[in-house]
């Protein structure tokens, strides 16, 4: 059973515009970690941020910010006035306190940014 | 400068034969891992270890192997027996295995023909 759900899998918008990038998780575990990873056409994942499952507090880092609602099991994440660098795939992943070390991973959601 | 090598960027074999991929990391993390991930899709974990000489299973680690004989590198060999090679490998480092955020390489493109 898939653990982390991205629905959306592509997303285009034009510069300057709100985006927010939808993550619904699966867990019976308490205690668990979330994160939410870049992935730029280099390849290489860049870690943006990571949530503990006792931390509701959202969180909000210059443009981006992050919305956890354990209500409805939802992390996600939101891009302000988009620029056509945050073209990416992100991923939304998952620690369960269980198996610690595990990272499971979302399939992505492709953001484009038009100029 | 402190980061995780992966070498080299790209990768091209015939089939049939084995391939290993090399993973260095300076971080002095305990952990490290291995992903492939396929267009499309996220990524898989192939394998992990969580300290020298030591070393788990991931969810796809069939026709695959690895070693860690030493804290900085993580060696994956991809074997003859793994059926479909052609992916995009990436390698990846934490402090632990608890709840420490994994930092990655560049990743090596493998195509397998």
């Known amino acids: 059973a898939q653990k982390v759900t991205q629905a959306q899998t592509e997303i285009s918008v034009v510069e300057k515009e709100d985006v927010t990038l939808d993550c619904v998780y699966e867990?019976?575990?308490?205690?668990?970690?979330l994160f939410w990873y870049k992935q730029p056409p280099s390849g290489e994942l860049v870690f943006l941020i990571r949530r503990n499952s006792f931390d509701e507090q959202n969180e909000i880092s210059g443009r981006y910010s992050w919305n956890f609602q354990k209500s409805t099991s939802s992390f996600n994440f939101t891009i302000t006035a988009s620029q056509v660098v945050d073209s990416a795939v992100y991923f939304c992943a998952l620690i369960r306190g269980s198996t610690l070390g595990r990272l499971y991973f979302g399939r992505g959601t492709q953001l484009t940014v038009w100029p | 400068d402190g980061g995780i090598t992966q070498s080299p960027k790209y990768l091209f074999r015939k089939e049939g034969q084995n391939v290993t991929l090399s993973c260095e990391q300076n971080l002095n993390h305990d952990a490290m891992y291995w992903y492939r991930q396929d267009p499309g899709q996220g990524l898989r974990l192939i394998y992990y270890s969580q300290i020298v000489n030591d070393f788990q299973k991931g969810d796809i680690a069939e026709g695959y192997s690895v070693s860690r004989e030493k804290k900085e590198s993580f060696p994956l060999t991809v074997t003859s027996a793994q059926k479909n090679p052609t992916a995009f490998y990436l390698c990846a480092s934490s402090p632990g295995t608890d709840s420490y955020e994994q930092y990655f390489g560049p990743g090596t493109r493998l195509t397998v023909t």
């Open positions: 867990t019976r575990d308490t205690t668990y970690y």
